[in-house]
């Protein structure tokens, strides 16, 4: 029975900042570890969250690998140095989601129009079933519409990150479709969301008593089956 709530986080945007690469004229996630850099005040949000007993998920749509923009084990690479300073804050990320499909991929395993990309709920209905998450009670915090319109969609709590624009009520689906919060950064948001939990009439379900955590959290990459590359790595269980 699903008794726990969580806290899934965007990546991109919201943990670490993204890149202008020059060569291709556009704004996207990092290609490379040096430019993988966390944002400020990261560290200090994922340690208020984790006081919380909540796990913090990271749900990201990845398609660097489809892309061939970097490969497997610099998405690895990434994951290390997240973890490495979250760790020096006496933080840590309990599991990571990414989806590794686009529709336009040049590597033809991953071209595809899936349900785990967002704005699809794939990636929180698995880490629900996996971690045994109440998506009611959960919120997910992203810097772009379609984390809005996946966390709503799964009936989460949302948290936008960033100046909210009255032209993107334009664009999101459905049209006026708003965030239940807006914050300025991580952690202004996780503050937002420790406000909430704890002022809150009824008491928040949060993670079972003898839910141990083993360092490191687990990773997985969608797709799953053996016919797509990369396929699921555990580093660890809660």
Same mark, same amino acid.
């Given at each position: 029975m699903s008794t726990t709530r969580a806290v899934f986080l965007d990546r991109d945007g919201v943990i670490n900042r993204l890149v202008y690469h020059?060569?291709?004229? $556009?704004?996207?996630?990092?290609?490379? &570890?040096?430019?993988?850099e966390l944002l400020p005040r990261v560290p200090k949000a994922v340690r208020l969250l984790n006081s919380l007993g909540l796990p913090v998920v990271v749900v990201s749509n990845q398609p660097g690998i489809a892309k061939r923009h970097f490969?497997?084990?610099?998405?690895?690479?990434?994951?290390? #140095?997240? #973890?490495?300073?979250?760790?020096?804050a006496g933080a840590h990320i309990d599991a990571t989601y990414y989806c590794l499909h686009h529709p336009d991929a040049v590597v033809k395993?991953?071209?595809?129009?899936? @349900?785990?990309? #967002?704005?699809?709920?794939?990636? &929180?209905?698995?880490?629900?079933?996996? &971690?045994? $998450?109440?998506?009611?009670?959960?919120?997910?915090?992203?810097d772009g519409l379609t984390d809005i319109e996946a966390g709503s969609r799964?009936?989460?709590?949302? /948290?936008?990150?960033?100046?909210?624009k009255c032209e993107h009520c334009q664009f999101i689906e459905p049209h006026c479709l708003r965030p239940s919060l807006i914050a300025r950064d991580l952690f202004e948001a996780a503050k937002l $969301?420790? @406000?909430?939990?704890?002022?809150?009439?009824?008491p928040m379900r949060v993670a079972r008593k003898?839910?141990?955590? /083993?360092a490191g959290g687990?990773? #997985?990459? &969608?797709?799953?089956?053996?016919?797509h590359v990369p396929i699921v790595?555990?580093?660890?269980?809660l």
């Open positions: 020059r060569d291709a004229g $556009i704004v996207d996630s990092p290609f490379t &570890l040096q430019q993988f490969d497997k084990s610099t998405l690895r690479r990434f994951d290390s #140095k997240l #973890k490495a300073a979250l760790a020096l395993s991953l071209r595809k129009r899936c @349900s785990c990309r #967002k704005p699809g709920i794939g990636m &929180l209905t698995q880490a629900a079933r996996d &971690l045994g $998450i109440v998506l009611a009670d959960s919120y997910l915090v992203g799964a009936g989460c709590r949302t /948290v936008f990150v960033g100046r909210w $969301i420790v @406000s909430e939990v704890r002022t809150q009439s009824a003898g839910r141990r955590r /083993v687990f990773t #997985k990459y &969608l797709p799953r089956d053996p016919g790595e555990r580093t660890g269980l």
